[in-house]
């Protein structure tokens, strides 16, 4: 990898994000699950780029993104950082990886990892890795929709 890095400069102000909230949550129920009855639970669903921890969880907290891409463009990591995540406040299930959903699907990691501070948790920092052009192109597009959805911006740095 080289040293070149771009810097996601994800960050809402308190209305903007209070909106993305407001209208992103919804609750829902699936009828046509098998046990219907038994599986009567509120959702998070939104219409939009979203990352999820939990699935069927909108994680609403915005992540400081870090980007890396080797010098030919073939490869590049992106690394998430969480502060005080939704996903540690609520009681909707464990941990299983990072999704990354949008119109075109959805991008998982399963490097993910919690930091504790005096045993209460801190921050939630994921890794997603691309491989080839074509998934660093796909980790943009949906780069590009979630700071859309969510009212923010992209600082690249030298």
């Known amino acids: 990898m ?20 407001k209208h992103a949550k919804q ?39 870090k980007l890396t891409k080797s010098r030919d463009g073939t490869s590049g990591t992106a690394f998430f950082t969480f502060e005080n995540p939704d996903v540690f406040e609520s009681a909707t299930g464990d941990i299983t990886g990072m999704y990354l959903s949008d119109e075109e699907g959805e991008m998982t990691t399963v ?29 943009m597009r949906f780069m590009t929709r979630y700071a859309e959805d969510n009212g923010l911006g992209f600082n690249k740095t030298s």
């Open 111 to 139: 490097d993910v990892n919690a930091k504790f501070v005096n045993g209460k948790p801190k921050c939630i920092e994921a890794r997603y890795i691309m491989r080839s052009s074509q998934e660093w192109e796909r980790f």
């Open 27 to 65: 609750s829902v129920v699936n009828p046509h699950s098998s046990n219907f009855n038994s599986r009567r639970k509120s959702l998070l669903v939104s219409n939009g780029a979203t990352i999820s921890f939990v699935r069927d969880s909108v994680e609403t907290s915005v992540p400081d993104v």
């Open 2 to 21: 080289s040293t070149l890095s771009s810097r996601v400069g994800l960050r809402a102000s308190t209305t903007t994000l209070a909106s993305f909230r």
